[in-house]
């Protein structure tokens, strides 16, 4: 892993658009090219690179008065990114995820 963790808003944005795209991209379900959920494969990497304590960490949401978690802000952002980036190795089916 190139970037370093913190709990971050910062660390996951980055994370997701410039590693975790990458990780999901040569996982077997997206190179079999059939329909999959994102979240279940962004949940099995990020248990694989990460400690239960860190995906659990707290941080404050940006515009809202409630704590996200480290976990539940990677998941955002990898399922922002490839829906909207111009370069996303996936197409978004909009079907719970998929």
């Given at each position: 892993m190139?970037?370093?963790?913190e709990a971050t808003k910062s660390f996951c944005y980055k994370?997701?658009?410039y590693e975790l795209l990458?990780?999901?991209a040569k996982e077997p379900e997206a190179s079999d090219g059939k329909p999959f959920k994102l979240v279940d494969v962004v949940k099995r990497i990020a248990k694989e690179l990460f400690s239960p304590e860190q995906l659990?960490?707290?941080i404050p949401a940006?515009?809202?008065?409630?704590?996200?978690?480290?976990?539940?802000?990677i998941k955002f952002f990898a399922a922002l990114h490839a829906k909207r980036l111009p370069n996303s190795p996936f197409l978004w089916?909009?079907?719970g995820g998929m």
């Open positions: 190139q970037i370093l963790f994370f997701a658009r990458d990780l999901i659990a960490t707290p940006a515009k809202a008065d409630r704590i996200d978690t480290v976990f539940g802000t089916l909009g079907n």
